[in-house]
Each structure stands twice: as structure tokens, then as C-alpha cells.
């Protein structure tokens, strides 16, 4: 068995107990992978991806803080050193503002102690270090101016001049440095939102396969094995119990369902056989009974009559023993006529078939019926087409359906009536449509008029088996046989018979 196609159903053999018994083991003997298990994991490996991917944007987040924040603090650092270096020009140049530079160094130097962490994270430990020990030395350098105007002296001018030259180049040297800083994180920060934009298509992009992804393991593992057994009932309402047999290479929940679906086929099996030989056993108890019926009630007149003239035959008149003897070979005529419907209803031989026109076989039997129309004093009438299409036919047989049709609805108008038969074509068929206003049939008895020895006439005025026979010789010829009545307003019975191709 290939394992790599769908379940199939087991063709229909011998021992369907067996074949189930056999389904069972083979869906059993395949390694268990339930779709619980298969969703479970792949539920978790999409948990797994969400919380990676939520933890890198945590991070990415963090770390663009963190660059966010530096940024607006060493901006804020290079312009208190900017404002200490406006300061400490307007000092050389006109002996001013040396205190206000003094205090915007002290709020650089506050800044670099409140955020050291960050700087440090950010700028590296060597560089945030040579960096505080240049604002120190800036620092220095203003406390020295400062003390010595504090003192009231004056510096010598080549002091003076190498202080001055110290500020410059520390003062240089810190804003360089800061604006390097904002710079490069700026830049960074871009290169950092561009590659956040392609890692947000990317992710996109792999998630609409793992979307494809899963929408394909659904159906395979949900939908697909559904439709199997959306065939699988289809085919079973249908009278087909053949088992499922495995073709999948994991065992899951669908195959315990299939267990259980071979198990009910093999009971409905077995009910259905219970009830085919429970209705065997009814309509041979029906038939036996009708066959007794119908040959008892002439083999009791024969018997009768047989007696009587042994007894008394040389004291009977000519014309009644003549008489006697006539209703004696009536009852085998009776007898015998019981035997040729039991035999019609029984036969399985396949009778020949010609193309065949059904206004001719309805004309010819209308006069084989004639004789019986004038006794009853009923009226047919015909509303035939003479251009009706042919049908494959026997036509001895479609005469014996029609003349047991016409046959019953005279039974049906002992006081006299009217038949109409008429006929017309219905998708692909020719329909022949026999009918009579007598009494009618009662609904309850509808669904047993074609049942054999069925019959509401008296005793010994029918057999019961003309609508049996008559419903199987259409059918052997691919019709079908259908009846409207209703009681007091008449009968219709309608014959189907495929047109001849």
C-alpha cells in the first residue's frame, strides 16, 4: 500500500467482517502523530518567532533610546561649552564674563557626571575619559584666571598667554569632540532606522510564508482529510460499506474516526443483512401463503365436483355432468393461470429487444381487449400520436403491461366508466398514461400496489400478481411504473420506457 496518497476506500469483496478487521489493523499499525501535537507545535514555533522578534524590538528600542538620549545630552553639553568659550573670549578681549564661563563649565562637568553611563555605553570608556579629562583641564585653566584676578594681581604675560593658548586648545578640542559625538550618532541612528525599515519588510515577507505555511498544514492536516470523508459518507449513503483503509504516514485523529466509521459499516452490514433475511423471509411467507390462497380455492371446486360425479354419476343428467365437467377444467384453467403468473413474475431470462412503436402495441392490445370493454360496458378512448418516437421493446411483453393496466381499470368500473390512454414524450421517455374514473385506491394501499399477491379484490377474483409482473417487465426494460389515485375520482397509471437511440 502506498503510503503517500489518500485514504482510499477497499474495494468491495468477500468477508466484509475481514476486510474491516484487516482496515483496522493496517490504520493501528502506523506511528502516531496526532493533529493536536502537529497545531501544538506549530503554534509554539510561531510563539517562539513573535517572542524573538519582540525581544530584538525591545532591544532595538533600548538601544535607540539610549542613542536618543545621548544625543540630546551632548548636545546640551556642547553648548554650555560653547557658551563657556564665548565667555572666555569677551575675558581676553574685554576682562568680562570670566565667572559666567566658569559656571557653564561647572553644568558641562554636572552633565558628564549625571549621564556617565550613558556616555560611557555610548562613547566607550577610553574617549568619555579623555574627554572629561580635557573639560577638567579647560576647568583649570578658567580657575587660574580667576583666582589670579581674585588676588589682584596680574600674571605675566607669558603665563597669560600659555593659559590662553591651554583654553583654546581644550576649548577646541571639547567642542570637537562633542560635535564628533552628535555626528556620529546622528549617523548612526539613520543607519539604524534604515536597517529597522528592511528588517520590517523582511519580517513581512516571512511571515506571508509562514501564513502560506500554516494555511497549507490546515489544509492538509483539517480540510483536505475532511473532504475525504464527506466522500467517504457519500459513498456509504449510497450502499457502499466497503472499509477505509489507511494511506496517510502518521496515525492521528482522523484515523480513530475511521476506526470508528468501520466499525458502524461493519454493524449497518450486518443489520442490513439481518433485515434482507427477515424480508426474505416475509415475502416467502406472502408468497406461499398467496400461492396457497390462489390454488387451494380451485383445487377444493375441482375436488368437490370430482366427488360428486363419482358418487353420483350414473344419476346426473347428461347436461349436468357436461356442466360439472365445464366448471371443473374452469378451476384448472384458474390453477393454471396462477401457475403462468407465478412463473412471468419469477422468470430472470432476458427477453429480445426490438425498436418498437408503442401506438401500435397500445392499438393491437386495446383489441385484444375488446370483448371485455363491451361486457363491461366501458369506454376507451385513445389519445395516441402516430409520430411518437420508438422504444426498445419486447413487444409480447409491453402488450401483457398494457392489457393487465387495461384489465384493471375495467375491475375498477363494475358499473361501467371510461379509460383514456394517452401518451406523450418526457425527458428521453415516452410516457403512456392509462386512465379510469372508478373507485379509486385507498392511500394506505398506494405503496403495496405493486407488491406480489397483493390484491383488494374478493376472494378468487385475482391473483395479485399482474401490477408485480407488469412493474418488473418495465423495469427490464429501463422504465419505470408509477400510480396517482384517489378514491371515488379514478386511477392513473403511468408507464415510462426510455426512447430507442
Avoid at 10 to 38: C, K, T
Avoid at 284 to 289: D, P, R
Avoid at 353 to 374: D, M
Wanted: hydrophobic share 40%.
Amino acid at each position: 500500500m502506498n503510503q503517500g496518497t489518500a485514504d482510499r476506500a477497499a474495494q468491495p469483496a468477500e468477508g466484509n467482517g475481514q476486510q474491516v478487521e484487516q482496515a483496522s489493523r493496517a490504520l493501528l499499525a502506523r506511528r502516531s502523530m496526532s493533529i493536536r501535537a502537529r497545531i501544538t507545535a506549530v503554534f509554539a514555533a510561531l510563539f517562539v518567532l513573535m517572542s524573538t522578534v519582540t525581544t530584538g524590538a525591545l532591544v532595538f528600542l533600548s538601544a535607540f533610546k539610549s542613542k536618543s538620549v545621548f544625543l540630546e545630552e551632548m548636545t546640551n553639553y556642547a553648548f554650555e561649552i560653547q557658551q563657556a568659550r564665548r565667555f572666555e573670549k569677551n575675558y581676553f578681549l574685554y576682562g568680562t564674563n570670566l565667572d559666567d564661563a566658569l559656571v557653564n563649565t561647572e553644568t558641562a562637568q554636572y552633565n558628564l557626571d549625571q549621564h556617565a553611563a550613558d556616555f560611557e555605553s555610548v562613547m566607550g570608556k577610553a574617549r568619555f575619559a579623555a574627554m572629561k579629562k580635557t573639560l577638567a583641564l579647560y576647568e583649570h585653566l578658567l580657575e587660574r584666571l580667576s583666582e589670579a584676578g581674585a588676588e589682584g594681581g596680574r600674571l605675566p604675560q607669558q603665563d597669560r598667554a600659555q593659559i590662553e593658548s591651554g583654553l583654546r586648545r581644550s576649548g577646541t578640542r571639547l567642542l570637537s569632540d562633542a560635535q564628533e559625538s552628535i555626528n556620529l550618532e546622528r549617523w548612526l541612528m539613520h543607519t539604524m532606522l534604515h536597517t529597522s525599515r528592511l528588517l520590517a519588510l523582511g519580517f513581512l515577507m516571512f511571515m506571508l510564508l509562514v501564513m502560506a505555511y500554516v494555511a497549507s498544514f490546515i489544509i492538509r492536516s483539517v480540510l483536505r482529510p475532511l473532504g475525504r470523508f464527506t466522500t467517504y459518507a457519500t459513498r456509504i449513503g449510497k450502499g457502499d460499506y466497503s472499509p477505509i483503509l489507511p494511506a496517510r504516514k502518521y496515525r492521528d485523529e482522523y484515523s480513530y474516526l475511521a476506526l470508528a466509521i468501520n466499525q458502524m459499516l461493519e454493524e449497518l452490514q450486518a443489520r442490513q443483512d439481518q433485515l434482507r433475511r427477515s424480508e426474505k423471509l416475509a415475502a416467502v411467507g406472502t408468497l406461499t401463503s398467496g400461492i396457497a390462497h390462489e390454488l387451494n380455492n380451485p383445487l377444493n371446486n375441482i375436488a368437490l365436483n370430482t366427488e360428486a360425479l363419482l358418487d353420483g354419476f350414473a344419476d346426473f343428467p347428461e347436461a349436468q355432468k357436461i356442466e360439472m365437467l365445464e366448471q371443473i377444467y374452469t378451476q384448472v384453467e384458474r390453477a393454471s393461470s396462477t401457475v403462468r403468473n407465478l412463473l412471468d413474475f419469477t422468470r430472470r431470462e432476458a427477453p429480445a429487444f426490438t425498436p418498437v412503436s408503442l401506438t401500435e402495441e397500445v392499438r393491437h392490445t386495446v383489441k385484444l381487449a375488446g370483448n371485455e370493454l363491451k361486457l363491461a360496458g366501458v369506454e376507451l378512448k385513445l389519445a395516441l400520436n402516430d409520430e411518437l418516437p420508438r422504444v426498445m421493446g419486447n413487444p409480447r411483453n409491453l402488450q401483457q403491461v398494457f392489457l393487465n393496466l387495461i384489465l384493471n381499470a375495467i375491475q375498477a368500473m363494475p358499473e361501467g366508466g371510461s379509460i383514456v390512454v394517452a401518451a406523450a414524450v418526457e425527458d428521453g421517455f415516452v410516457r403512456v398514461d392509462v386512465s379510469d374514473n372508478g373507485c379509486g385506491i385507498p392511500k394506505e394501499h398506494l405503496d403495496n400496489v405493486f407488491d406480489p399477491f397483493f390484491t383488494t379484490k374478493e376472494n378468487g377474483e385475482g391473483t395479485g400478481l399482474g401490477l408485480s409482473v407488469s412493474y418488473g417487465i418495465v423495469e427490464k426494460h429501463g422504465g419505470r411504473l408509477s400510480v396517482q389515485s384517489e378514491p371515488g375520482q379514478g386511477t392513473t397509471f403511468a408507464v415510462f420506457l426510455p426512447i430507442a437511440k
